[in-house]
């Protein structure tokens, strides 16, 4: 059967070979943890019950986890395996199920969510690059609960040289409407922990500071943005972009960072700003913080 899960619409029959993402029929799975440095709705004090899918449709040339999106590492695991996975997270604290690169198994991740709905009590975290098919999110009504959602670039040229995916921001702009028809409001719970909704995650770029504010103003114009969270990142760092990309060979300077912060302020986001001065994954709750998220 030719494949038609992302935008790329690679037609590949992942029975007999890999599709442009990476990976085949089988699912590949590179880690399953408790993670900690998700954002602090998601994170939490027990962590995030995270399961690392290998191969990703976008193989951007500065990713972090080259290994597993690119190379395709990881083990090979099946549906009922993929349940019992989720099932042992929860056993384990974790406050959700966090699909962290998805987009390539989503039909396997239903089949195994279908195994046990019965048991399965904590929210489901679609952890994804952005470069998703509307349909495809369309079709996680009823097994997704919040969606974590990159939109990486506004510009075309900027997707296209860092993702080969000219049409990013339509795509992940159209799946950005269909999930929030799917989980419309953020709900927190009595300790803050989201239950429900959408974060948009955006990672600030070398050189790229005026295209993460079209983003900011574009998504702004295109959606309510009271109804969402916004997740700015400064983690950016150049050790694994390809040579190649000279432009990216550079950490993001303070200036550049700042400003986007400064315009997600200006225009009213309400989320979380991640540490520039730091390398890991840490975040400080910032904009408008929400009375129950503390
Ligand atoms: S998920 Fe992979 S195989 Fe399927 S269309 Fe996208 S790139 Fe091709």
Not at 12 to 35: P, Q, S, W, Y
Not at 43 to 53: D, K, L, N, Q
């Amino acid at each position: 059967m030719k494949c038609t899960l992302c935008p790329r619409k690679c037609g590949a029959d992942r029975e007999k070979g890999l599709g442009a993402c990476g990976v085949g029929d089988k699912i590949r799975v590179a880690k399953i943890m408790l993670h900690h440095w998700e954002e602090p709705s998601i994170s939490g004090t027990r962590g995030s019950g995270a399961i690392f899918f290998s191969g990703c449709p976008l193989k951007c040339v500065y990713c972090q986890n080259r290994e597993i999106s690119h190379g395709g590492h990881g083990e090979e695991i099946t549906v009922a395996q993929l349940a019992e996975a989720m099932l042992s997270l929860q056993a384990q604290g974790a406050h959700n199920i966090n699909l962290v690169s998805p987009t390539q198994y989503s039909d396997k991740i239903k089949q195994a969510i279908d195994l046990i709905r019965d048991e399965l009590e904590i929210p489901v975290v679609y952890n994804t690059g952005g470069y998703e098919d509307a349909e495809q999110i369309a079709g996680l009504r009823g097994y997704v609960d919040i969606f974590l959602t990159d939109i990486k670039y506004f510009s075309s040229e900027a997707s296209k040289k860092y993702s080969s995916a000219r049409d990013y921001f339509e795509m992940a702009s159209h799946a950005l409407d269909e999930m929030l028809k799917i989980a419309p409001e953020c709900v927190f719970d009595e300790h803050g922990i989201m239950r429900g909704g959408v974060i948009i995650r955006h990672l600030v770029l070398p050189t790229l500071r005026a295209d993460s504010i079209r983003v900011l103003e574009t998504v702004a114009e295109r959606i309510d943005i009271s109804k969402i969270r916004l997740s700015l990142m400064s983690q950016y760092t150049p050790d694994f972009c390809d040579e190649h990309y000279r432009e990216l060979k550079r950490k993001i300077t303070t200036f550049e960072y700042q400003s986007v912060v400064d315009k997600a302020t200006r225009l009213g986001y309400e989320g979380y700003i991640q540490e520039k001065s730091s390398a890991s994954a840490k975040y400080t709750p910032e904009f408008r913080r929400e009375e129950n998220e503390d």
